[in-house]
């Protein structure tokens, strides 16, 4: 069974960084690399909503970012840790949300939480004043 742990949320001012960490057990290297991984948010009262994905096609490897964080966030991977990050910079109110990584090898449009077979139990992210 895959698990997947998040980790490195916390409280930080507008304008600050965090970086989120997302593990992966339970699964193959072979497989991880095959996954496509996503970041997905959810703030009180909200809907969940898609932040930022990365897959890996032909050999190469795709990052792709909602409008409202590109240019701030970054999604990366080391497959060697079973491991996908988030950093968030210039970190706003707005971005205030539980934040969730999921995994699954059916995944085709990556920005829909429901291709998604795997999930970890979120990581909180407040950004106040």
């Known amino acids: 069974q895959v698990q997947l742990v998040e980790s490195g949320g916390g409280l930080v001012r507008p304008g600050g960084s965090l970086r989120l960490s997302c593990a992966a057990s339970?699964?193959?290297?072979?497989?991880?690399?095959?996954?496509?991984i996503g970041w997905f948010r959810q703030a009180p009262g909200k809907e969940r909503e898609a932040v930022s994905y990365i897959e890996r096609s032909g050999g190469e490897i795709y990052t792709y970012y909602r409008d409202m964080v590109k240019g701030r966030f970054t999604i990366s991977r080391d497959d060697s840790k079973n491991t996908v990050y988030l950093q968030m910079n210039s970190l706003n109110l707005e971005d205030t949300a539980v934040y969730y990584c999921?995994?699954?090898?059916?995944?085709?449009?990556?920005?829909?939480?429901?291709?998604?077979?795997?999930w970890g139990q979120g990581t909180q992210v407040t950004v106040s004043s």
């Open positions: 339970g699964i193959s290297l072979d497989d991880y690399k095959s996954y496509s």
């Open positions: 999921a995994t699954g090898n059916t995944v085709i449009s990556g920005f829909l939480w429901d291709e998604y077979d795997y």
